[in-house]
């Protein structure tokens, strides 16, 4: 058995420490594990960089924060700017009334959500971004974009999923 794939055989024992971890830094499941994929998958591409022997939880662990720390500063830079959407979407006069009612049923409906599905919406549905550049904004997989999109959509009241 080669070096390389012994050490892909560790990470995989090692993915329920991570998720654990994972879930005390970010508090959200889905999140936990949108962490923790992203976390496998940057240590997959980037086996090469690990020295069999030394301690691969620890390297792991470091990985999985750096991301957490990066997930942050950018969730801030993007709550900033969806903060100055919703200031100006709120002085904007609406067309009619029933639209007026129809996109303040919206609002109230994804200001129910959690904050990381308000963040997908946000992103996709209201500034209009492709999955490719909700990726590189978020620094994630277009996968990974895709199937946060999917499960925010799902949480939304029936009727309400034309968002894409």
Known sequence: ??????????????????????????????????????????????????RPGSNLRAWLTTILRNLHIDDERSRARRTAALEAVGHVRGTAAAPNQEWSVALAELARDIEA?????????????????????????????????????SRARQRLPHGRTALH
């Open 1 to 50: 058995m080669s070096g390389q794939s012994e050490t892909t055989d560790a990470l995989c024992e090692e993915m329920r420490r991570l998720r654990n971890y994972a879930r005390r830094l970010v508090g959200d499941r889905d999140r936990a594990d949108d962490l923790v994929q992203e976390c496998l998958l940057r240590a997959l591409t980037r086996i090469d960089r690990y």
């Open 113 to 149: 959500l959690a904050p990381h599905d308000q963040e997908i919406l946000g992103m996709m549905g209201v500034a209009g971004l492709s999955t490719e550049e909700a990726a590189n904004r978020l620094g994630v997989p277009a996968g990974t974009v895709k199937s946060r999109l």
